[in-house]
């Protein structure tokens, strides 16, 4: 079992920058391939970025590459997600994932690919 807990959301404005958190817990977390995703009101949850068990490699969707840098501390358990430039169509519910898939990056852009989920800490960008 992973207990996964997101924070760092908050208002901010178009043009700002926020760095999400995602803590989890248990002793194999560098075992769990890491993801984000987010959700927009009225939207489908949508893949933001994915990091390998090591963070040697990253994989983005392709609107966001550029201006948001997944990254994870094994040492701390923690992923964390950098978001520069921000817009109001950032605005969105933000929710971090763990996988026990050892699949290359590009596979795992589905919900279904992750086992454990956070419980989303929300990111508002006023125009």
């Known amino acids: 079992q992973v207990q996964l807990v997101e924070s760092g959301g908050g208002l901010v404005q178009t043009g700002g920058s926020l760095r999400l958190s995602c803590a989890a817990s248990?002793?194999?977390?560098?075992?769990?391939?890491m993801g984000w995703f987010r959700q927009a009101p009225g939207k489908e949850r949508e893949f933001v970025a994915a990091?390998?068990?090591?963070?040697?490699?990253?994989y983005y969707a392709d609107p966001l590459k550029g201006r948001f840098t997944i990254s994870r501390d094994n040492a701390k358990n923690t992923i964390y997600l950098r978001m520069n430039s921000l817009k109001p169509e950032d605005t969105a519910v933000y929710y971090c994932?763990?996988?026990?898939?050892?699949?290359?990056?590009?596979?795992?852009?589905?919900?279904?690919?992750?086992?454990?989920w956070g419980q989303g800490t929300q990111v508002t960008v006023s125009s």
């Open positions: 248990g002793r194999t977390f560098s075992s769990y391939v």
């Open positions: 990091i390998s068990r090591v963070g040697l490699s990253t």
């Open positions: 994932a763990a996988s026990a898939a050892n699949r290359a990056l590009v596979t795992m852009v589905g919900e279904r690919t992750y086992d454990y």
